[in-house]
């Protein structure tokens, strides 16, 4: 067997397949989007 290096795992989709570095700065700022809009929501009177 192979030994991960220790630290920084990436991370694994449903098929066990890695995520590519894209993908995954996609998906952030989708959610961090969103994150945005409902706290300007609950921030107006």
Do not use: A, F, H
């Not at 993908?23 to 009177?45: M, N, W």
């Amino acid at each position: 067997m192979t030994k991960l290096k220790k630290g920084k795992t990436p991370q694994v989709n449903k098929n066990n397949k890695t995520i590519p570095e894209n993908l995954k700065k996609k998906e952030y700022r989708e959610s961090y989007d969103e994150l945005k809009k409902d706290i300007r929501k609950e921030q107006q009177p």
